[in-house]
């Protein structure tokens, strides 16, 4: 198992987004091909992106990312400090303020799990193929 872990507290969230993209480009790389299909690496990129975007969003300004590469899978972790959890919501379609994001999330993933932490706050994790299904 190849595992990364990156701890930020943010003050500029555009920034960090792209700084957890770039992290997750790199840890994704250090696997090669053929180990990962480049279509699943956009699709975990995407979703980290997502991920890290509601921490920052709701959890405070502070996130830990966490990817861990298995033999079928890559696992996103990401933590942050608020008590609630994602939920399913109707997407804002007039004034566009979101509402995709949990949606695509557990469209794209096998399983999404959302776990307390011992600090109050909570790990999202999603499992991720590393190849398309042939």
Known sequence: MTTMSAERTVLRPLAAVAEARQATRSFLGALGQPTIDPECADTVILVVSELVTNALRHGGGAYALRLAAHPDTVEVRVE??????????????????????????????HATVVTPTPEGGKTVRALLPRRTRQ
């Open 80 to 109: 942050d400090s608020s008590p609630h959890p994602p939920f399913m919501r109707t997407p804002d379609l007039v004034d566009g303020t979101g509402g995709f994001g949990w949606h695509m999330v557990n469209d794209l993933a």
